[in-house]
């Protein structure tokens, strides 16, 4: 069951250019969501997170926007930089932390 | 901070053998969870403990798949009677569990290859 989708498999940006990666979940019951970043050969690392109860977080460059009524989140990386480039997933839990993830987004900063 | 650690990194196996993992979390942490990762795909959860009791498995982890967490501290998760669909990455990862919710931080992940 698919419950978490991230529908564009690659994105390529210019550096210095915003960089958005989109999510989409079908579960209403998830209240926690998340971004973690993957480089080849390592485990998915934690970038940014959002409570339901919020719309909007920060972080340096890194912004995650909720939408809850369209059960939607993205990611906002800007300026984008070439380091940036990496697998990006997006993630959602319920209360008890069971965490589901997407397929995965492969961005590629361009220099 | 030493991070989630996995062994071994890779594993190469025949069809029908038994392998085993072992995941070492971070100390702090109470969860630990078990996620497979194939190509293209994201983590697609196994299974997750509290201490040492397993609160839930994924439909994915057939009765070929094993995992425990004896003493609330390292796992291992066994797989018997490999098959070729079982090759993909095998990831740990741990967290804190309180009251608000928290990152999963992952280990490096075991990559098995069954042949």
């Known amino acids: 069951d698919q419950q978490v989708k991230q529908n564009s498999p690659s994105l390529s940006v210019q550096e210095g250019r915003i960089s958005i990666l989109n999510c989409d979940y079908t579960?209403?019951?998830?209240?926690?969501f998340l971004w973690y970043k993957k480089y080849p050969a390592e485990g998915p690392t934690f970038l940014i997170s959002?409570?339901?109860?919020?719309d909007k977080n920060e972080d340096g460059r890194f912004t995650v926007f909720l939408n809850k009524s369209a059960k939607h989140l993205s990611l906002h990386i800007v300026p984008s930089q070439p380091g940036d480039s990496a697998v990006y997933f997006c993630?959602?839990?319920?209360?008890?932390?069971?965490?589901?993830f997407g397929a995965g987004t492969r961005l590629t900063v361009k220099p | 901070d030493t991070g989630v650690s996995q062994d071994p990194r890779h594993k190469i196996t025949k069809r029908g053998q038994n392998v085993t993992f072992r995941c070492d979390p971070i100390?702090?942490?109470?969860?630990l969870y078990w996620y497979r990762q194939t190509l293209g795909q994201g983590p697609e959860f196994l299974t997750y403990?509290?201490?040492?009791?397993?609160?839930?498995k994924s439909r994915l982890l057939s009765d070929r798949f094993s995992a425990e967490r004896p003493k609330g501290s390292f796992s291992t998760l066994e797989i018997q009677r490999t098959e070729q669909g079982d090759s993909a990455m095998y990831l740990c990862?741990?967290?804190?569990?309180?009251?608000?919710?928290?990152?999963?931080?992952f280990g490096n992940g075991t990559r098995l290859t069954v042949t």
């Open positions: 579960n209403s019951m998830f209240d926690y």
């Open positions: 990862a741990s967290s804190f569990n309180s009251l608000s919710n928290s990152p999963l931080h």
């Open positions: 100390s702090e942490h109470n969860r």
């Open positions: 993630a959602a839990s319920t209360y008890n932390n069971d965490m589901r």
């Open positions: 403990f509290q201490n040492e009791a397993q609160l839930e």
């Open positions: 959002i409570s339901s109860i919020k």
